[in-house]
Every structure is written in structure tokens, then in C-alpha cells.
């Protein structure tokens, strides 16, 4: 018996020697191993009681919350804030917390801030960050001294006994607004005077977390946020002639703005057109106040909410319209600029670009939850919070449109959906560009499209030709790099232009439009004011569009495979057409996609195939016989350059 085995056994190995040496597809080189793309992704963890399996927040999930109630004063003259914050913080963790962990941006201004040491640029413009007067524990009746320590941009509150539900705080504080190098935060002088943009201006509860307990990464400048949410009851204090553009709603308009004002605002609760609430005529003008003399208090509540920012200046004009939002609710977009910023083509569209950008996000994705939105005009030049935007104040035309569709878009990613950016800044940047996409196809039948910028395709070219620079740059971080580690030269093409792209591909290459934005809305739904993980996204995407994609997670996120499809040989069966042409299609290097192939026959007729991932699950060279009935012309691989093909010079033969 064992010498008829081993007899079968060299037969069957001579056998297999010939066949592989009578295969002409062995002889192709190629870089592509299936077994390495297409080995399960190893997910962080298996799915749990937070987390589901399918992606989803588990029976079991929890966050914390945390209520502010921020009183604020804008000293315009001494270019300063003081305030007080008092802090209700709702600890619904199973654990009992020993510390507390709070953000305290501001340093990131002082010299001896870390954020100094990143990129070996030392900053060369500095302030003295929070000046803390007094932190306290308050339960009511009686206040006690809280014991903190300050890091770098973090305060850490020791508590005497283990806080197992709630606590209160109190902090009284100050500091002085840096200038232009603020970047997220600053001022800026114009004809009228200064406008102040002010963010991070309070102290904000860290995150604590199922994921990885407190999240105290440090402000670094370039990483973005992570915050709790909760309700934001805000008083900001100024002189009579500024104004304050917040967000949410102003519980005392008759006290801040005149008679005109509020009916304006009125009329543009119900109007589509932009009403102007305050002209360029009025900026000059102190019967624009309700008074002339003295200081004025704002008083804002912004609900279910993360983080929030305002803008103030005496220079800002106003406008707004009516946002139509699903199920017949209604928001307002609204815009405040200097006389500088006006024109036609400047922002003088402001309003309806943001109108636009909002109706759309809303129909296509989720509805804006916020009962205004403001575009400010100032020096941040595209920064976001939740209800308001920093753009340019020199912005124009379509570049105009584009940060602003950019910058709102950001209250989809991360404001309504919560996830880490100073962890994953994809999670907020490339979901955000992925969006605006579309949103710029969308907004006035394409009068902007296609979204070209220095988010996406900065070149303004094919983006899949684009992307390819930084996919064979053996320097390129992949997606997935702590945002803080990626450097200057990769932080848009890694973190807002690959990502989006990949979705793109997820949406038109591999799932199709219905299956992705089935799963892509649900995603939306499940984590709206919650805070996912990468994992959660994964895992949504493939159990809502019913595939396994770890193959593309890996290779598009995890690494920069370089993708190379090549049309070897195509040639009529038997030298018939009747017969069919026979392909040899190879891919040559790490990543996978699935493809069509365009066959352009002689009567000016074109016959296409799609050909799966899975083409590719085994093999590293595929043959198949495309049936036709007349002469054919030309076989191209990807005839509309949709896939980032990194040597498309081997695509396409002629018969």
C-alpha cells in the first residue's frame, strides 16, 4: 500500500511540474500576494456589550456628559478674556473616578509648550496661556479648593474620595488672545475695527472612554479634538458697539439687538433669499445699537452640543436666509464679514453658499441639528465648531464655496458624530472631503463642480491619478498615522484627500452608490453625539453593505498598497472573432480592486465586463474569454481612469 502511494504521489508531482511549466501565466511577474490582502483584518477586538460586532454601539455602551455654563468677558482694549466656568460633569462609567482630566488649549501658546518641540520650527510669537485663579469643587452649600496640577495643556483635578455620579466645578480664569499666530483663535484690525475669533476658550472635561479611559493626548496645534457633549449656556460680555456671532440660540435679542434687527431676523426665518440684518451702511452707524454707551451681554444656549466658539467685532455686517431642513424643520444661515469681504463674487454669497451646503448635507446623510450656523469672517482661514466657521476674509468665488461647504460639513464629522481627531483625523478630515464631494456637484446644478482644491485633487485633475504621488512615496505615512506624527507636506493628502477618495472608490468601484450610502447613513445614525472607533466604521460599512472589505481596509488605510492592473495579451480564440478574445490580465503589485474592461469594436460600439474583487482572491494572473461577434478594435482595463492605476501605459492593447 505505501508503494502505491508513493507511486501516485510522484506521478501526481510530475504531472503538476508540467502543467506549471506549460503555464505561460507563471512567467509574468508580479508583486501581488492574494494570502497577505486578503488575510482577515485583525480587528482591535472582537465585538462586546459597547461595541458590536456588526459596529454598532453595543446593549451596554455609555459616555460620559458634561453641562457648561460659561461666563465670559471680552476686554477688546487689552486684547484679553476672563471668565468663569462652571463645569457639571455626569460620570456614567462603570468605574469610580480617582481624577479628572480637563483641556487646557490655551497653553499651547506659552513657550515652554510642547507644541513648540513638533516640528523643529520653534514658534517665535508666545502668551502666557491660562492664568487660572481658582478651581473649586462645589456641592451646593459649601465649596472647597479642588488639589490640580497643570501638564502642558491638560489639568488633572485629584479628588479626595472616588467620584462615582456627579460633580460640579468652578474655575475662574484668564488669558491673553494671541494675534494672527493663534491660527484657530486670534484677531485681526480692519477699516472698522478688530475681529475677534475666540475658541477654546474655556476649559474643557477630557474624554473618558470604554476605549482607552481618559484621553489626554496633549494639544499639539495641528491634532484636532475630542470632547463630551452636553448643553452650553454661554454669557459673553462686551462693549455696546461689538457684536457676538454665537451659535445656538440668543435668549436675549431685545436687550442686544435694536427693533429693525430682530424683525429683520424675522423676515429671514421665512425668506430663501439672504436679508440683510445689519448693512455696510449701519456698521458705522451707533443707531445699530440698542445702546451707546457701556457693555452689553450675549446670552447664548447651544444644546447637545461638544465644544462651542463665538466671533465679536464692531466691524461685522449680517446677514441670513432660512435652511430647509428634512421633515419640513427649519434652521438659519446666517454670515458676518467686514465691508472689506463684500462683492458679488466674494462674501456677499456667503450665506447662500453655507444655505446650500447645509440642505444638502441634510438630505443626503442627516439632518443639521443646530438652530443656526454661522460663516465669520476673519484670519483662521477654515476652522470649525459646531454651528460656526472661521474662513477667510479674502476668500472669494469658488474658493469661497469650497471652505465654507468644507468647514460646515465638519458638524457632520466629528460634531455630530463624535469621533477622535487627535487620534484619527481621517475620521473627521476624510469623511468631511468625501462629502463635499457630492455637496459640490450638488450646490447650484454644479456651478462649483468638480471639487478641486487643496483638500481634493489639488492639481485639479483626475483624482485617481492624483492620489497615486503619494501612494508610491516611499516617505508617505499611511492613513492611519497618529495625525500629530504625519508632517506638513502629508497632513492633506493623508488625512483628507486619500481617505475621501478611498470612499469614493468604496462608493462607485466596489459597493455601488445604494449599498454605500445605506451603510454609510446608518453609521451616521448609530454614532450621531456618540463616539466610534475606527473599528465601529469598519465594521458598519461591511455589515451594512453585506461584504467583507478587509482586503480594502488594509491595503487603502492600513498600508499604501500600490495598485497595478495589466493587460498582458488579448487575442481572438483561434484567430476568430466569432469565437471571442482571450485575456491575460495580471496585477502586479500589493493592492486590489475590482475592474472593468472595455472591449471598443469596429461599428464604433463598446461592450463593457465587470470583473470583481474576487478575481483577484487566488490568482495573481487571470485569464478570460470576452464573447464577441464582430472585429474588435481595442481592449482597455478602467476605460474612464477610475481606479489609482499606477502604470496605465499597460492597460490597453490594440487587436
Known sequence: MKKIIGTSLLLLSAFFAQAQKNNPNDTITTNYQPSVLFSPLPYTEKGNEF?????????????????????????????????????TYVNNSPDALQYLWLQLDQNTYKKDARSNFVTGGQATQHTSGYEIESVFIDKGDVRTKANFTITDTRMQIRLAKPLHKNIRLVIKYRYTIPGAFGGRTDYVDTKNGKIFEIAQFFPRMCVYDDSRGWATAPFLGSGEFYCEYGDIDYSVTVPWDVLVAGPGDLLNPKEVLTA???????????????????????????????????????????????????????????????????????????????????????????????????????????????????????????????????????????????????????????????????????????????????????????????????????????????????????????IMTQP???????????????????????????????????????????????????????????????????????????????????????????????????????????????????????????????FPVETWLQNKVTTYTLPTTQDVESITIDPDNALPDVNRKNNSKKL
Open 260 to 478: 429693525k434687527q430682530i424683525s429683520r431676523l424675522e423676515a429671514a426665518r421665512n425668506s430663501d433669499k439672504t436679508i440683510m440684518i445689519r448693512t455696510a451702511a449701519e456698521v458705522t452707524d451707533p443707531s445699530s445699537r440698542p445702546v451707546n454707551k457701556g457693555k452689553l451681554t450675549w446670552h447664548y444656549k447651544m444644546l447637545n452640543t461638544r465644544d462651542v466658539a463665538f466671533g465679536a467685532s464692531k466691524a461685522f455686517i449680517w446677514d441670513a436666509a432660512r435652511v430647509n431642513l428634512p421633515g419640513g424643520k427649519k434652521s438659519m444661515s446666517m454670515s458676518v464679514y467686514p465691508v472689506e469681504s463684500q462683492g458679488n463674487n466674494a462674501w456677499d454669497r456667503s450665506t447662500e453658499y453655507l444655505k446650500g451646503a447645509i440642505e444638502h448635507f441634510s438630505e443626503k446623510w442627516y439632518p443639521y441639528p443646530y438652530p443656526t450656523a454661522i460663516n465669520e469672517a476673519g484670519i483662521a482661514a477654515g476652522m470649525e465648531y459646531p454651528g460656526i466657521l472661521f474662513d477667510g476674509m479674502n476668500d472669494k468665488g469658488v474658493e469661497l464655496f469650497f471652505v465654507t461647504a468644507h468647514e460646515i460639513g465638519h458638524n457632520w464629522f466629528p460634531m455630530i458624530v463624535g469621533s477622535d481627531e487627535r487620534r484619527f483625523a481621517w475620521m473627521d478630515e476624510g469623511f468631511n472631503t468625501f462629502i463635499d464631494v457630492y455637496a459640490s456637484d450638488a450646490f447650484n446644478k454644479g456651478e462649483y463642480a468638480p471639487k478641486r482644491d487643496g483638500e481634493y485633487a489639488p492639481g485639479g485633475g483626475n483624482p485617481a491619478d492624483e492620489i497615486i504621488a503619494h501612494i508610491i512615496d516611499p516617505n508617505s505615512p499611511t
Open 51 to 87: 461595541h458590536s460586532a456588526n459596529g454598532e454601539p453595543g446593549p451596554k455602551y455609555w459616555q460620559n456628559l458634561v453641562n457648561y455654563k460659561l461666563a465670559v468677558e471680552l476686554d477688546t482694549a487689552t486684547k484679553t478674556l476672563s471668565g468663569t466656568a462652571e463645569i
Open 484 to 610: 500629530d506624527a504625519i508632517p506638513e507636506k502629508y497632513r492633506h493628502p493623508l488625512t483628507y484627500f486619500k481617505p475621501a477618495f478611498g470612499l469614493i472608490l468604496l462608493r462607485e468601484q466596489i459597493l455601488g452608490k445604494d449599498r454605500f450610502d445605506y451603510a454609510f447613513r446608518n453609521y451616521i445614525n448609530k454614532w450621531a453625539y456618540k463616539h466610534p472607533q475606527p473599528d465601529d466604521f469598519f465594521r458598519s460599512m461591511e455589515n451594512g453593505a453585506g461584504e467583507d472589505l478587509s482586503w480594502f481596509w488594509r491595503g487603502w488605510f492600513y498600508n499604501n498598497y500600490k495598485l497595478d492592473i495589466a493587460l498582458i495579451d488579448a487575442k481572438y480564440v483561434d484567430k476568430d472573432h466569432s469565437k471571442g478574445v482571450k485575456l491575460t490580465i495580471a496585477n502586479k503589485e500589493m493592492m486590489a480592486m475590482p475592474f472593468t474592461v472595455e472591449a471598443k469594436l469596429k461599428d464604433g460600439s463598446k461592450q463593457r465586463t465587470y
